[in-house]
C-alpha cells in the first residue's frame, strides 16, 4: 500500500516542512512567541537533512547570519515575531539593497512593544510593507490555513530564488499554532525554483541586468563558487562597487523596484467567493478571513449578496483585482482585521471613493468572529 501522505501539522510545524521541501537549509534565529516552535522544529529537522541550526545571540544577528548564508549559496530562513521583526528591519533591507534572496516569517502578536505576546494580532501589514527605509519592493504572503502555511512557504523560497529578492511569510498566532490536516505533494510533483548562476568562467558582474523577460534579475554566484564580487548595502553599480553617481544609482535602485512591481499580477494571489454578483464585499486575510468566510456563507445562505475576497499575497498589493470587482456596484466594502485599520486604509485608496469602506477592527487579541462580520454587513443592509 502507498504511504498515506497526509500528516496532522501544526501551522508553524508546516512552515518547516514546507521550507526543507523547498530546500532550506540553514536557519538562523532567536526564540520569541509565537513562532518559537518553527525554530524549536528546525534544529531538529535540519541535520536531519543535512542542514544547519544556529540560535543566534539575537533578532539582528539572525538575520544577518540568514544573507551570509544565502550568500554562500544556501536557502536561508528566519522566524520571528513583532518586536524580532522590527530588530530585523536594517538586514532586511539590506537583503533588498544587495538582491540576497531569503525568506522571514513573521508570525504576528498583539503590539505594540511586547504587547501580548500568546495573543494573535494582524498589526504587522504595513511595517512588513515599509518597515525598511528608502524606496524598496517587497513581496508578502499571508496563509489563512495550514495546507496553505506548507504550500506558501515553498513559494515564498521560490519567488525569493527567482527575483532575487527577501520575501516575507506573514502569518499571525492562530494560523501558526492551529492544528489541521496537511496532505503533502507526491515526490516529483512540486515546483522548486533555483537562482540563475553566472556561466563558470565567465566575466562576473553581481548587478548587472542582462537580455530577454527576466533580464532585470542578474544571476548570483556563491561565495567559494570561483567568482570574486563585492556586495554592499551602499548604492552600487552593476560591478556591485559603491557609488555616488546618480546616473549609476539611479537605475539600480529603479531595477530592484521594478524586478517586483512590474510582476505585479504574477506575483498576486487572492482567493474570490461570490464575488461575480456581489452588492457587498468583505475582504480580509489571514485567521481573520476564515471567520469572513464563515460569514459569507452564512448570509448567502439567507439572500444576502454579499462576497468575499480573501488576500493571499498582500504586497505587492492586489489593488487590479479589487478594482475590478469594484467595477460593478458595490454598496460597500467591510474589512475585518486585527488591528485598527491598516487594510482598510490600502483598499479606501484603492477604491478612490468609489464605494464606503467599513473597518471590523479587534486589537485586544482576540479573534474575530463570524458573527461581527455578519452584524457590519447586515447594518450596511
Not at 533578532?59 to 550568500?71: D, K, Q, Y
Request: charged letters at 25%; glycine letters at 10%; a neutral charge.
Amino acid at each position: 500500500m502507498e504511504e498515506s501522505r497526509s500528516r496532522l501539522y501544526q501551522g508553524n510545524e508546516a512552515c518547516v516542512e514546507g521550507a526543507i521541501a523547498a530546500g532550506m537549509r540553514f536557519f538562523a534565529g532567536y526564540p520569541i512567541t509565537p513562532s518559537t516552535e518553527i525554530a524549536e522544529l528546525c534544529s531538529v529537522r535540519l541535520p536531519q537533512v543535512g542542514g544547519t541550526f544556529i540560535q543566534m545571540e539575537d533578532e539582528i544577528a539572525s538575520m544577518a547570519a540568514v544573507c551570509g548564508a544565502s550568500l554562500a549559496g544556501l536557502k536561508a530562513m528566519t522566524a520571528t515575531s513583532g518586536p524580532g521583526f522590527s530588530l530585523k528591519q536594517e538586514n532586511i533591507g539590506f537583503a533588498a539593497e544587495a538582491e540576497i534572496p531569503c525568506v522571514i516569517v513573521n508570525v504576528q502578536r498583539v503590539g505594540p512593544s511586547t504587547g501580548m505576546p500568546t495573543s494573535p494580532a494582524q498589526g504587522d501589514l504595513m511595517q512588513a510593507r515599509w518597515g525598511r527605509h528608502g524606496d524598496q519592493e517587497i513581496v508578502v504572503l499571508s496563509p489563512a490555513y495550514v495546507d496553505e502555511v506548507y504550500s506558501l512557504t515553498i513559494e515564498a523560497f521560490n519567488i525569493a530564488e527567482e527575483l532575487r529578492t527577501p520575501v516575507i511569510l506573514l502569518m499571525d498566532e492562530v494560523v501558526g499554532h492551529l492544528r489541521e490536516k496537511v496532505t503533502l505533494p507526491k515526490p516529483g510533483d512540486l515546483v522548486i525554483k533555483d537562482r540563475k548562476k553566472p556561466v563558470p568562467g565567465s566575466r562576473y558582474l553581481p548587478y548587472a541586468p542582462g537580455e530577454g523577460e527576466d533580464g532585470d534579475v542578474p544571476p548570483l554566484a556563491a561565495f567559494g563558487d570561483g567568482f570574486r564580487f563585492h556586495v554592499t548595502g551602499l548604492t552600487h553599480g552593476p560591478d556591485g562597487f559603491p557609488t555616488n553617481s546618480p546616473s549609476v544609482g539611479e537605475p539600480q535602485i529603479k531595477r530592484i523596484n521594478s524586478k517586483i512591481s512590474s510582476r505585479r499580477e504574477k506575483l498576486c494571489k487572492a482567493e474570490e467567493l461570490f464575488t461575480e454578483d456581489a452588492d457587498i464585499l468583505v475582504v480580509s486575510f489571514g485567521s481573520s478571513a476564515r471567520s469572513a468566510k464563515k460569514a459569507v456563507k452564512d448570509l448567502r445562505a439567507v439572500g444576502v449578496k454579499v462576497g468575499l475576497l480573501r488576500l493571499i499575497t498582500l504586497w505587492p498589493f492586489p489593488e487590479h483585482v479589487i478594482q475590478r470587482i469594484a467595477a460593478g456596484k458595490l454598496k460597500a466594502v467591510i474589512v475585518p482585521e486585527m488591528n485598527l485599520g491598516q487594510l482598510a486604509r490600502e483598499v479606501r485608496r484603492c477604491l478612490d471613493g468609489r464605494a464606503p469602506v467599513i473597518g471590523v477592527n479587534r486589537v485586544a487579541g482576540k479573534l474575530i468572529e463570524p458573527a461581527d462580520v455578519i452584524r457590519a454587513v447586515q447594518e450596511v443592509k
